[in-house]
């Protein structure tokens, strides 16, 4: 994990960046989540949830392929933040990343927001 700058991880093809919005944590993947770099991903959801902010917004707007193998992070913390009595919300899915979802029928397990602004005001 990159140190480097506070908030963020980078491994060539995934940069993930944290910040705290209200009650709510916002993670932003950028690039490609897949078996190589979803725990890029997966360490900062944990962390979060570890600090006691349970509502994760996961911020795809940035987010251009996502394998199996990230689908099965998003669902793991996704129980983690519900056991916890939040959640996990889905925003700004590109159609490429909104796919998997739907072949998989994960997006019904999931609040998919259109943009992370209307994210942002669900909460």
Avoid: W, Y
């Amino acid at each position: 994990m990159d140190r480097g700058t506070v908030g963020s991880a980078n491994r060539g093809r995934l940069l993930v960046e944290v910040r705290q919005e209200g009650a709510s944590a916002v993670v932003t993947p950028a690039g490609e989540l897949d078996h190589h770099t979803a725990d890029l991903l997966r360490e900062p959801l944990d962390e979060c949830l570890t600090n006691g902010l349970s509502r994760l917004i996961v911020d795809c707007s940035r987010l251009e392929f996502c394998d199996s193998t990230g689908l099965n992070v998003l669902l793991g913390a996704r129980l983690k933040a519900e056991a916890a009595g939040g959640g996990v919300h889905l925003a700004g899915m590109l159609p490429v990343v909104a796919r998997v979802f739907e072949i998989t029928g994960a997006e019904a397990v999931f609040t998919v927001h259109e943009s992370l602004e209307s994210a942002l005001a669900a909460e």
